[in-house]
């Protein structure tokens, strides 16, 4: 193991301030990510910043919305009953991740900012962009089936792993950006849409986010709408249990008198980032709720998609997905 250094932040300014000053460095809490990463050589951080102690670990509950502090349990926020009743898409999507043991220890700003389960760039045997810049990708024309149909390019067509920011994406919820001044300070405090969070892989798959070097995710704010009420999360994986998503699905529904007045939908496993499915909300919306409306959401729902050699399946399973995922919604009325 490569030397580094280790600080144990003691608020918010002086985590971003001891990440700032140190190139390279990594925050950690839970490190149910980094920790594997690091014993397989996939990163060597030359300083990790120890944020456990700050007190970004609340959930608190609005009329308008909720907040969930990054360093917040899985397990704690998958088991809140105002999550469970206003958000139940996030619910759905917590307890569909990772193992029991792991939401006990992983945190909600971790889950955002875990990296790709790709095989190629968990395994330093193989060239990879996201890994090493410029090394190039063996998962074009290599065994590509878990691999992205949306938003990737010639360097990269890997997936994002997490599971919580498909259903995050679906309610339109935004990050807490920390930094080390305060709101409205040059490097202070921001506001960011999940939508505009991740950033697609293009020429630099290693940069997946707009966090700038110091800082870090303070809470997600998800809006308490009739959306989110009726949201539903639905993954299929290779296995029941710990595993991650061949294709998800997060949708919300707005129905009055049978008609869908609005309609979100995102999906995971298919794009290199929490991919929102703009064809299948046109379809829904104004739409008389039911078997018509749901087939051609679920028609639309692979606009645009790009398959590689082996991941063509994926467009059937996401449109069957879709189509499940909103005749349970609608059951539930």
Partial sequence: MRPFDYARATSVRDACELAAARPGAVFVAGGTDLVPLWKDAVCAPPAVIDITRLSLDAVEVGDREIAIGALARMTDVADHPVIRAATPAIADALCASASGQLRNAATIGGNLLQRTRCSYFRNVGFPCN??????????LGGHDHRHAIFGASEHCTATHASDLAVALLALDATVDVLGRGGPGDAGGDRAVALAEFFVLPGDRPDRETVLRPGELIGAIRVPRTTLAR????????????????????????????????????????????????????????????????????????????????????????????????????????
Avoid: M
């Fill in 230 to 333: 009726r949201s539903r999360y639905l993954k299929v994986r290779d296995r029941a249990s710990f595993d991650f998503a061949v294709v998800s699905v997060a949708a919300a529904l707005d129905i009055e008198g049978g008609v869908v007045r609005e309609a979100r939908l995102a999906a995971g496993g298919v794009g290199t980032t929490p991919w929102r499915l703009r064809g299948s909300e046109q379809a829904l919306a104004g739409a008389r709720s039911g078997a018509q409306a749901f087939a051609e959401a679920a028609a639309r729902a692979t606009d645009g998609a790009r398959p590689l050699g082996h991941n063509g399946f994926k467009l059937e399973l996401l449109r069957r997905c879709v189509r499940r995922v909103l005749d349970d919604l609608a059951g539930g009325a």
């Fill in 130 to 139: 996201k890994r090493a810049p410029a090394s190039g990708c063996a998962a």
